[in-house]
C-alpha cells in the first residue's frame, strides 16, 4: 500500500473516504496528519496521530520520499490554495481521492481532487487540480472545472458549462445554458446559473443576479 499524509486535522470526510476506497481494494495507509496548530500535536484524530506541522512535514518527506500528501485544508477557497502551493513547493507526490463507486472513465483529473460517495461525472469532463466536491454533485457531459474549485454539495453543471479557477457553488445550486462562472465568483445555495458570470462577484437566487454591496 501508499503511504499517505493528509494535510489538515478540521475534515475528517477525507479519513472516511480513504477507508471506503480501502474497503474496495487495499490502496492507502494513513500514516498521520500534518496541522499547522501546535496544540494538536500528538492528537489523535480518528486514530491516527497528528505528527508535526509545516516544518516537520518538510523532515518526513526527506526521510520519505515516496511518501504522498493530501491538502485537507477547507476552511476557505485562499487557504486550501495557500496550503496546494505549500505542498507543490515541497514537489512531493500528490493523489486524488475519488469514491470507487464513482465512474471516472472518459473523465480527466488532477491532483489533490476530493470527490465523495453519491457523486455523478459525465463524459469528457475535466477536472483541475485541488477541486473540492460535496457529496451528492451531478456533472454532466463537457463541462470544465478549474483548479481550486469548490463544488457544493447536491449541486449540478448541466452539459459544456465551464467553472473556473477558485469558483465557489454553493450547496444545491445550478449551472445551465452552457454557461461560465468567471474566476474567483461565488454562487450562493440553491442559485440558478442561466447565463456568464463575471469573475470575482458573488450571485444569488433564481435565476442568479449579482449580490448588491453594502
Not at 55 to 82: C, G, M, Q, T, W
Not at 191 to 204: D, E, M, P
Request: hydrophobic share 40%; aromatic share 8%; proline share 5%.
Amino acid at each position: 500500500m501508499k503511504k499517505l499524509l493528509i494535510y489538515g486535522a478540521n475534515f475528517v470526510d477525507t479519513i472516511r473516504l480513504v477507508r471506503a476506497i480501502n474497503a474496495r481494494k487495499s490502496a492507502w495507509e494513513i500514516a498521520g496528519i500534518i496541522d499547522d496548530n501546535p496544540e494538536l500535536v500528538n492528537a489523535r484524530i480518528c486514530g491516527y496521530p497528528v505528527l508535526g506541522n509545516n516544518e516537520y512535514l518538510k523532515e518526513y518527506i526527506a526521510r520519505f520520499p515516496d511518501i504522498y500528501v493530501f491538502n485537507n485544508v477547507n476552511p476557505s477557497i485562499a487557504i486550501h490554495k495557500l496550503i496546494g502551493e505549500r505542498i507543490d513547493a515541497l514537489q512531493v507526490r500528490v493523489p486524488s481521492l475519488v469514491h470507487p463507486d464513482i465512474d471516472i472513465e472518459h473523465v480527466t483529473i488532477g491532483k489533490g481532487v476530493f470527490i465523495p460517495h453519491g457523486c455523478i461525472l459525465g463524459c469528457d469532463t475535466v477536472i483541475g487540480d485541488y477541486v473540492t466536491f460535496r457529496y451528492g454533485v451531478t456533472i454532466s457531459h463537457n463541462v470544465k472545472i478549474g483548479n481550486y474549485a469548490f463544488i457544493g454539495p447536491c449541486s449540478v453543471c448541466t452539459g459544456n458549462t465551464v467553472i473556473e479557477p477558485e469558483t465557489y457553488l454553493g450547496a444545491c445550486s445550478t449551472v445551465i445554458n452552457q454557461a461560465t462562472i468567471g474566476r474567483g465568483s461565488v454562487v450562493g445555495a440553491s442559485t440558478l446559473v442561466n447565463k456568464n458570470i463575471r469573475s470575482g462577484i458573488t450571485v444569488i437566487g433564481i435565476p442568479a443576479r449579482e449580490l448588491d454591496k453594502c
